[in-house]
T-cell receptor
Framework: EPEVTQTPSHQVTQMGQEVILRCVPI?????FYWYRQILGQKVEFLVS????????KSEIFDDQFSVERPDGSNFTLKIRSTKLEDSAMYFC????????????FGPGTRLTVL | AQSVTQLGSHVSVSEGALVLLRCNYS??????LFWYVQYPNQGLQLLLK??????LVKGINGFEAEFKKSETSFHLTKPSAHMSDAAEYFC??????????FGSGTKLNVKP
């Protein structure tokens, strides 16, 4: 069964450094998402992406964040200058269609900012 | 703005007992509602979704949920809990073009 993959599984970085989290969505999917989950808290929507554009973003997704689909398979989340509070599990998801379609989630990347 | 409230961060049931996980939503438009399950160290997996068709929605692993507009609720139930149901469960509502709001989650513990 096709699945969403994410790399790395765990990323440790120093405060102020840039990080890029990578995701490979399911190949025929058209909609892509990033979520984060701070330890012990709820899953928070960050951004949705379609047709090489951001379609929705949350208040969390400020200028420090950016997303890109650099080729036909990868979908990346960049954090330009990490803060301690960026430490969280980051999940990528993809769906085939937009309207109430099933989102398939990757296993997540745990980001630790020191 | 849409939001989701899950009552009870931890629920404990005995194996074979009824599972009831509560979710209330607020939405200014007819909502799309979802329940997801998260097993330890894994991503989220869709259990079921409500998309304004039948109010009683059946999902995977024997779970179902009933949409009650008058109560703005979408509670998740399963008649008989299995040990393998122990996980964290998230209710979510879709907002706008493609934005999703999740509840704070309910950890289900199943006792033998």
């Amino acid at each position: 069964e096709p699945e969403v993959t994410q790399t790395p599984s765990h990323q440790v970085t120093q405060m102020g450094q840039e990080v890029i989290l990578r995701c490979v969505p399911i190949s025929n999917h058209l909609y892509f998402y990033w979520y984060r989950q701070i330890l012990g808290q709820k899953v928070e929507f960050l951004v949705s992406f379609y047709n090489n554009e951001i379609s929705e973003k949350s208040e969390i997704f400020d200028d420090q964040f950016s997303v890109e689909r650099p080729d036909g398979s990868n979908f990346t989340l960049k954090i330009r200058s990490t803060k301690l509070e960026d430490s969280a599990m980051y999940f990528c998801a993809s769906s085939e269609e937009r309207v109430a379609d099933t989102q398939y989630f990757g296993p997540g990347t745990r980001l630790t900012v020191l | 703005a849409q939001s989701v409230t899950q009552l009870g961060s931890h629920v404990s049931v005995s194996e074979g007992a009824l599972v009831l996980l509560r979710c209330n939503y607020s939405s200014s438009v007819p909502p799309y509602l979802f329940w997801y399950v998260q097993y330890p160290n894994q991503g989220l997996q869709l259990l079921l979704k409500y998309t304004s068709a039948a109010t009683l929605v059946k999902g995977i692993n024997g779970f179902e949920a009933e949409f009650k507009k008058s109560e703005t609720s979408f509670h998740l139930t399963k008649p008989s809990a299995h040990m393998s149901d122990a996980a964290e469960y998230f209710c979510a509502v879709k907002s706008g073009f493609n934005k999703f709001y999740f509840g704070s989650g309910t950890k289900l513990n199943v006792k033998p």
